[in-house]
């Protein structure tokens, strides 16, 4: 009996053969575009004000955040290998995480144009969300782990229907990306929606409408289902590990939406889906151009849209479903603001906006697949999702390069801004290295500092500040970064401190006599109390 044994090279070629062209194409284009538009990132160690608590390692908030997933997992690979913050290393994994789930989602979708799906790729891996979620280093694998559970579950909800027990999986998966971090819970309904749209759109006679309403219950079902085992693990492994839940963002009341909530989150969502092409929506629209293929990509859908409607016989309810479909796909993608109606929204929460770009482009393929391709319409919709797609991930590619050499600016400025301070504090009269610290304010009022990161005008992103000294964690510039490593005093003796009376005469930082050695302790007052 012979068994079947490959060599490297046949495995990976069987396996390759077996991988449809389209799939490959995201897949490399998101490896390749992800390259471009990171790689200043992954070659540089750059921080953010949470970067630097969480170097050289740590993979941040857990359980407290409801991020219990992220927590089992944080913790076995520090067990294993210790979570350091390695811009390469994290870098590439979370790349690869990306590009295999643009692969899922062009697999999902059957796209068909090689091309088209090289642009689900760029579009997935360039996107200003992207970006922003490498500001935070040391927990962007995980994170983007998060993405790949959250479109792998919308997979085999679409592609595997009749499978009860991988639906069942599904319901794991959601619960495991929303135990990781919860605004990648809006990728998956927004793919699902976006599955939905297609079936009333181009399904043909072979699917009636009831199957369609069949498909959406049991989309909710799972999602729902995702969503209460999400809630459950969560109290459950909050009491078993003696934790309680943190107010940031509004997480403890994540799921309470009152009315009010509910009627503001939906006119957030619609708002900003508007604002795509209009407005300023988190600096995922950084530049006029984008706005104008975010109108040509909705002006294109809407009509081409109104072309099925109108132009072409079919079922009645299937219309109405796609009209319907049309106006849950908003609230999809910013789901968000009805999951935390009193959090503080921002760039890295708003990755699921991506599939409006995916959606035009998954559009204008089946577009073409289900007419015929001499129509105008159909070639038509395929140069608009060409065209669109180049100018806007070649915007995002510089985009992001900008944003990170922004944040480079903002580094060179934080550290010579301290040790200038710590040069100072070491040549005061008295002074010895048994002296403790106390830093008296939050907040530095320099004129002298106002240089910002130099391009921050066109380079702003949610995650990131123009100056971090002023950020709660500008402590671990001093230390980490400039190595001073003094004692630093505690709460109650800097509030001790700010009732001495010689503290309250002392002028603010940067001005002469702002730095002081009083009762043993050097004082540097940063602002009035």
Same mark, same amino acid.
């Given at each position: ?272 889906? +508007?604002?795509?092409?209009? /407005?300023?929506? &988190?600096? #995922?629209?950084? @530049? %006029? $151009?984008?706005?104008?293929? =975010? !109108? ?100 995002? +590619?510089?985009?992001?390069? /900008?944003?990170? &050499?922004? #944040?480079?600016? @903002? %580094? $060179?400025?934080?550290?010579? =801004? !301290? ?111």
């Amino acid at each position: 009996m012979k068994v079947a044994f490959s060599t490297p090279d046949g495995f990976v070629r069987e396996i390759s053969a077996r991988i449809p062209r389209p799939v490959k194409s995201a897949f490399f284009s998101a490896v390749i575009i992800g390259l471009m538009t990171h790689l200043y990132q992954f070659t540089n160690k750059l921080y953010n004000y949470d970067e630097l608590i969480n170097t050289p390692n740590g993979y941040g908030t857990g359980a407290e955040s409801g991020r219990w997933f992220l927590k089992i997992i944080g913790d076995f690979t520090g067990a294993q290998f210790g979570n350091y913050s390695l811009p390469l290393v994290n870098g590439m994994i979370s790349v690869l995480f990306l590009a295999v789930s643009a692969a899922l989602i062009t697999g999902m979708f059957r796209v068909q144009s090689t091309f088209l799906a090289a642009a689900v790729g760029g579009f997935f891996i360039s996107f200003p969300a992207v970006t922003s979620t490498f500001l935070f280093m040391y927990t962007a694998p995980f994170y983007a782990f998060s993405v790949f559970l959250s479109v792998l579950a919308a997979f085999l909800m679409v592609r595997f229907s009749g499978k009860i027990v991988l639906n069942i999986v599904s319901v794991v998966l959601i619960a495991c990306s929303l135990g990781i971090y919860q605004a990648y819970f809006a990728n998956t309904t927004s793919l699902l929606v976006m599955n939905m749209i297609l079936l009333c759109a181009f399904s043909g006679e072979d699917k009636k409408w009831k199957d369609i309403l069949f498909t959406a219950i049991r989309y909710v079902i799972v999602l729902a289902a995702g969503m209460i085992l999400y809630f459950v693990l969560h109290k459950t492994l909050l009491h078993v590990w003696g934790l309680s839940m943190t107010s940031y963002q509004g997480l403890d009341s994540m799921g309470q939406t009152t009315v009010k909530d509910l009627l503001d989150g939906l006119k957030s969502c619609y708002r900003d889906f +508007i604002n795509l092409f209009r /407005g300023d929506v &988190m600096c #995922l629209n950084p @530049t %006029k $151009y984008v706005k104008k293929c =975010y !109108f040509l990509i909705m002006a294109a859908l809407g009509v081409s849209t109104l072309g099925l409607l109108f132009g072409q016989k079919g079922c009645k309810v299937k219309k109405v479903f796609l009209v319907l479909g049309y106006l849950v796909f908003p609230v999809a993608v910013y789901l968000i603001y009805l999951m935390t109606p009193n959090g503080w929204v921002y760039t890295l929460m708003a990755y699921p906006a991506v599939f409006v770009t995916i959606f035009m482009v998954i559009w204008a393929d089946r577009y073409q697949a289900a007419f015929d391709t001499k129509q105008i319409a159909a070639k038509g919709m395929q140069w608009i999702a060409a065209v669109t797609s180049v100018i806007m991930i070649g915007v995002y +590619i510089w985009y992001g390069n /900008g944003c990170y &050499m922004s #944040l480079e600016y @903002t %580094k $060179y400025h934080d550290m010579s =801004y !301290f040790q200038t301070m710590v040069t100072q504090i070491k040549s005061l009269d008295g002074y010895n290295d048994d002296l403790a610290l106390a830093l008296i304010g939050n907040t530095i009022d320099d004129n002298t500092n106002n240089t910002g990161s130099l391009v921050s005008g066109m380079f702003g992103l949610g995650g990131k500040l123009d100056s971090n000294i002023s950020a709660y964690s500008r402590n671990y510039i001093i230390i980490k970064y400039l190595g001073f490593s003094p004692r630093f005093c505690g709460y109650e003796e800097i509030k001790e401190l700010m009732e001495n009376e010689e503290v309250k005469e002392m002028p603010c930082y940067p001005d002469d006599g702002a730095i002081r050695i009083i009762d043993g302790v050097v004082v540097v007052k940063l602002m009035d109390s």
